[in-house]
């Protein structure tokens, strides 16, 4: 798998990236650990977590797989910044159903230590503050993320979830390396102002959610298949909402370029995202390892100019 400079740093990653959002949740730790052993064999090494993912189990089995495969092998990328809200607390020790902005100080450095704990290594390679934090001083959560590089706990920081002024701010005071955004053929915004600021600061993009959702895989033209996320109570209504008149015109034509290929439209869409400039890695969960092997097998699909140029058209909104 190809290795690519993230921004203007020496910090190298493989251009697919795994996520770990599935695991605890929809993926076992036997199928968490057919995932990164494959991905690890196919030329991976950027992996991300967060204390968020499943309530702190997918970093409890990342942790265990680490162990076993060796940290030498994988660039970890992890983050910190969201806290617990249980539902009820009158009820009692609990799992924790939202998570709620927190990047303070206390909670960034206490959340770092314990991820590194729970991970079995002494530092991360790429930590991130997980979100924009309008109660905590700019210059506090700057200086966290410099105390965490020069203390070595990181080798490099970055930001998720944050709009093109809000890196550019922290940019400005903290040392960014990477930033972290949703990013596919249906989610372009970050065209405007994310991406011109990320690359001005000599950030690396990294791409997450590059296929919205699953729709760019086509599996949603002819209804919702009963085993899809479209199908889960909890995220039908967002699935749906997205399935507008536009999104349908950008799957046909991902599915028409697929058709042409000989290739599946989740290997066009992959590969249109991960060759926009200024990315760095995409950022690819897969439920099981079935899932898992069809991403992988789209890392070597190199999409012609011109149905890269037609994609990039289609996908383009004009309003």
């Given amino acids: 798998m190809e290795q690519r400079t993230v921004g203007r740093s020496g910090l190298r990653v493989s251009r697919l990236g795994l996520a770990t959002h599935t695991w605890g949740r929809e993926t076992d730790a036997d199928d968490a650990a057919a995932q990164l052993e494959a991905f690890v064999e196919a030329g991976g090494t950027l992996v991300d977590t967060s204390p968020a993912y499943g309530d702190g189990a997918a970093q409890r089995i990342l942790g265990e797989l680490v162990r076993e495969i060796g940290r030498e092998e994988l660039v970890l990328s992890g983050t910190a910044g969201h806290t617990p809200v249980l539902t009820d607390p009158a009820a009692g020790p609990m799992p924790a159903t939202r998570w709620t902005v927190d990047a303070s100080r206390r909670t960034m450095m206490r959340q770092l230590d314990q991820s590194l704990a729970i991970l079995g290594t002494d530092h991360l390679d790429l930590w991130t503050v997980a979100a924009w934090d309008p109660h905590t001083p700019l210059e506090e959560i700057a200086d966290t993320l410099t105390w965490a590089v020069r203390t070595g706990r990181v080798r490099y920081a970055g930001a998720r979830g944050y709009d093109g002024?809000?890196?550019?701010?922290l940019a400005a005071a903290a040392p960014l390396t990477a930033a972290q955004t949703p990013y596919s053929l249906l989610a372009r915004g970050v065209e405007h102002e994310f991406v011109p600021a990320a690359q001005h600061h000599g950030?690396?993009?990294?791409?997450?959610a590059p296929l919205a959702g699953g729709i760019l895989t086509g599996k949603y033209r002819d209804g919702v298949p009963a085993d899809s996320r479209g199908a889960d109570e909890a995220t039908a209504a967002?699935?749906?909402?997205?399935?507008?008149?536009?999104?349908?015109?950008?799957?046909?034509?991902?599915?028409?370029?697929?058709?042409?290929?000989?290739?599946?439209?989740?290997?066009?869409?992959l590969a249109w995202i991960r060759d926009q400039p200024g990315?760095?890695?995409?950022?690819?969960?897969?439920?099981?390892?079935?899932?898992?092997?069809?991403?992988?097998?789209?890392e070597t699909l190199e999409l012609p100019r011109a149905i890269a140029a037609a994609l990039g058209d289609v996908s383009a909104r004009t309003e």
Avoid: F, M, N, Y
């Fill in 238 to 269: 967002e699935i749906i909402a997205r399935l507008d008149d536009h999104a349908i015109r950008v799957v046909d034509a991902v599915v028409t370029a697929a058709d042409g290929l000989g290739t599946s439209p989740l290997a066009v869409a």
């Fill in 279 to 298: 990315v760095a890695s995409l950022l690819v969960g897969a439920r099981d390892i079935g899932q898992l092997t069809g991403i992988l097998a789209a």
């Fill in 203 to 208: 950030i690396g993009v990294i791409a997450t």
């Fill in 165 to 169: 002024w809000q890196l550019a701010t």
